[in-house]
């Protein structure tokens, strides 16, 4: 739980049931393999009526009159990093925004609308900008060729990216070593990229809070690591931050 007094009865089952990691709704070997739908809908069922056993039904219509989350994630669509999960979030306290390698393209109306909802229609005061080792789309971005297109152009900026920095992260002992560098290298160059949003420096001129960090969530045991590259005011990021990795020799833009 982020702020409230719900607790996300979703984890109870997961709690309950430690020395033995939970097989899943869907496991593909189940013996007896229901259709996916009428799980999910029976699931979301005992869910419900969990949630309104234990707090009554205004766990749900207290949230009828409309959203006031404070925070705004945005992360990667892999299904190893439940964003709601990981957080212990409950419902009305994340707005979430989830695709290939945790992206912020200019030119994506799907991303841009989010943040700008966010920021001009929620007064959301704080973006964490979440990447996570072992993402599929960083490690894709540093060999696209074989990709559909849509993919390729989607991550192109993070290909960029690399290839910049190709000599520093090549000359990293492993593979895994240098893909966990470009994501963290990801989440700088879009820590900088969004603290340069019009909608971003609007809000800090209008002396409105804005808080923007850049996080990495580890698979491996499952928890969530700041970069320390906060910002929460305008240029701060080049002030702070972009000096010494320019002085380490590494570079990115405020695009994508
Ligand atoms: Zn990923």
């Known amino acids: 739980m982020l702020y409230s007094k719900f607790i996300s009865a979703g984890l109870l089952s997961v709690v309950a049931s430690a020395t033995v990691v939970p097989r899943g709704l869907f496991a593909k070997d189940s013996l007896v393999r229901r259709d996916i739908v009428d799980t999910i809908i029976s699931e979301d069922e005992h869910w419900a009526e969990a949630n309104i056993a234990n707090y009554g039904p205004e766990f749900f219509t207290s949230h009828l ?44 109306p799907n991303t841009m609308s989010v943040i700008d909802y966010a920021l001009v229609h929620l007064n959301v005061s704080t973006i964490a900008i979440t990447g996570h080792t ?39 002992p492993t593979d895994a070593e240098r893909q966990s560098f470009l994501v963290q290298l990801n989440v700088m160059r879009l ?29 491996e045991n499952g928890t969530l690591h700041d970069l320390n590259v906060t910002v929460s005011s305008k240029g701060q990021f080049d002030e702070l931050y972009y000096p010494p990795l320019k002085a380490q020799g590494l570079e990115f833009c405020a695009c994508s």
Not at 191 to 219: C, D, F, Q
């Open 191 to 219: 820590v900088r990229l969004a603290s340069n949003l019009k909608t971003v420096t609007e809000r800090w001129e209008k002396g409105l809070p804005l808080v923007i960090h850049g996080l990495v969530y580890r698979m």
């Open 65 to 108: 009159a409309g959203q006031n989350p404070d925070l705004l994630y945005i992360g990667c669509s892999d299904s190893r990093v439940p964003s709601d999960v990981f957080m212990n979030a409950t419902l009305g306290e994340v707005f979430t925004h989830r695709n290939i390698a945790n992206s912020i393209v200019l030119g994506d």
């Open 134 to 172: 072992g993402c599929g789309g960083v490690k894709a971005s540093m060999d696209p060729e074989e990709l559909e297109k849509s993919i390729k152009t989607f991550i192109k900026p993070i290909t960029r990216l690399y290839q910049k920095n190709k000599s520093y992260i090549d000359a990293l």
